[in-house]
């Protein structure tokens, strides 16, 4: 470290999909890299994904009870302003006694009352946004806090233009040199070298729409000679153990989760993803070929804007979710069957990823806290 200061106390909050988990996760570890002793407290919403997440890539956590509102009227909605009063005299609570240096919101339903009650106490605070529509959270603590991260360019219409700037997604560090480790993907999915892999990869809770389009389509995958890594999530994921069973020693493998994602990107010839934030920022940095079926139950469609960012410039190509039953499975056969547009599509999505993201987001924060 070049100059002598004493270690770092930051809290990072927010949560509830793993698009806002891993950047979270991304960020406190490069903290850790650049200050070993730093102290990191991570803030999320009792109940969700970050609460068990977290803890297993080495973090503590501490709940708050919030939630979203529903689209229709539930006693959650009533209980909402509750909800919400709760969570800002607990943030408080928690930012007296941790006394945090500055802290960070990656969106999700926790970092709404934390960032309120830390600018409150006028804090240095940073968001990180993820997508190319930016969620309400996001919008609403832009106003109060001193920086705002962005991954995709042109975010004046959501953002104050000064606090703006443009580092790219985090992404866990062991997906950057993915590509490096081939040899031990194959031994780890127990599938052949010789042989084109597809993965799929419906985002953390799995994709209704994906999962049925490969049940129609898998013995044409299996005929055409492919092999298939399939991230169902825990829904579908008994479903799909019968069809593992039955086209056992041929190739289809079936997980409700994968937690060795680069393993997963480093055997793949051909990827069919969601467009979640998260995910586009990995398949830039991999570089692979892939087929994006936008999720439409999402705000604001954002998906479909992330989606388009990278087919705008050649380096994706779009199924929509309403066409994937009849046209997913055909456009990912006739993409693994391609190698020339399987290599453009590869050479277009790479100039698009930011691998310095993590790093540029901390020394946005480190020049806060100084």
Known sequence: MPEQHKPYRVIISGGGTGGHIYPAVAIANQLKAIDPEAEILFVGAK????MTKVPEAGYKIVGLWISGIQRRLTLDNLSFP???LSSIKASYKIIKEFNPDAVVGVGGYASGPLLYAATSRKIPALI???NSYAGITNKLLSKRVDKVCVAYPNMEAFFPADKLILTGNPVRSDILDSNSKREEAL????IEAGKKTILVIGGSLGARTINQSITAGLEQIVQAGYQLIWQTGKAFYPQAQELEQKYIGRGVKAFDFIKRMEL???AADVVISRAGALSISELCLVGKPAVLVPSPNVAEDHQTKNA?????????ILVRDQNSGEKLVQTALQLAQDEQEQARLSQNILKMGKPNAAADIVNELIKLIK
């Open 47 to 50: 109940g969700r994904m970050e």
């Open 82 to 84: 509750l909800k919400v």
């Open 128 to 130: 990180q946004e993820q």
């Open 187 to 190: 031994a780890h999915f127990g």
């Open 264 to 266: 997963a990107y480093a």
């Open 308 to 316: 388009m960012a990278l087919v705008q410039q050649d380096a994706a």
